[in-house]
């Protein structure tokens, strides 16, 4: 009985992996987009603070990297890739199954919308605290550096979990292993973006 219980035990969780590969895919490819538009610099009129220069206790609200640019362009490019990734899925079952809309869910490109505002509002938060810790955009306190670290890399996969979990037919453990492997991307992307030459990291 246990020999026949673990191929079962198997397949499920190679159907979970499937399902947060197929997850995160498109958020990961936004995630993407958004890259080249700040490492190109592409639309440099949106690369204004969002909190417009405003400071709480003589310090900045949320800082200079937190713009409209992100705030534009995530919700738009998850929209995209979602939009295409459903319609895609429409044609073949078996992609279909891993990740089906809610029933009560919005259009495929409204979902996309709503993920990639999930991304980019759940940073700020993190960003408003640490402005009050007086810690400088992009930058860490001395202690605690993993403990900054992690909730860098994490708060916006959180957010993202939060919104799948909302908007798709899945349970609890398909969001949180989205997460740890939006995570993963998310932790990649960022060591890229350290090797990047100086003048590339323009504010998001």
């Known amino acids: 009985m246990a020999g026949a219980g673990a191929p079962d035990r198997g397949a499920a969780v190679t159907s979970r992996v ?29 690369a204004r603070p969002i909190d417009g220069g405003r400071r709480c206790r003589g310090r900045p609200l949320l800082g200079r990297n937190k713009t409209w640019r992100g705030f534009l362009v995530m919700p738009a490019a998850t929209a995209i890739t979602i939009a295409g990734q459903q319609a895609f899925a429409a044609r073949a079952a078996q992609l279909a199954a891993l ?15 709503l993920c990639g505002a999930a991304y980019v509002l759940a940073e700020l938060p993190n960003s408003f605290v640490k402005r009050r810790l007086g810690i400088a955009p992009g930058t860490s306190a001395p202690r605690a550096r993993a403990a900054q670290y992690l909730v860098d890399q ?27 492997f939006g995570a993963a991307c998310h932790v990649a992307v960022e060591r890229f973006m350290r090797v ?9």
């Not at 957010?159 to 609890?172: E, F, P, Q, S």
């Not at 990047?196 to 998001?204: G, I, K, M, W, Y």
């Open 18 to 46: 499937k399902r947060a590969v197929w997850l995160t895919a498109p958020i990961l490819i936004a995630g993407l987009v958004h890259v080249a538009v700040i490492t190109r610099d592409v639309a440099p009129a949106l």
């Open 99 to 113: 990740g089906p809309l809610a029933r009560r869910a919005p259009p495929a490109w409204m979902v996309g919308a």
């Open 154 to 180: 994490v708060d916006s996969v959180v957010g993202c979990a939060v919104a799948i979990r909302m908007l798709y037919r899945i349970d609890t453990v398909d969001a949180a292993m989205s997460a740890l």
């Open 196 to 204: 990047l030459p100086r003048r590339s990291r323009a504010p998001r």
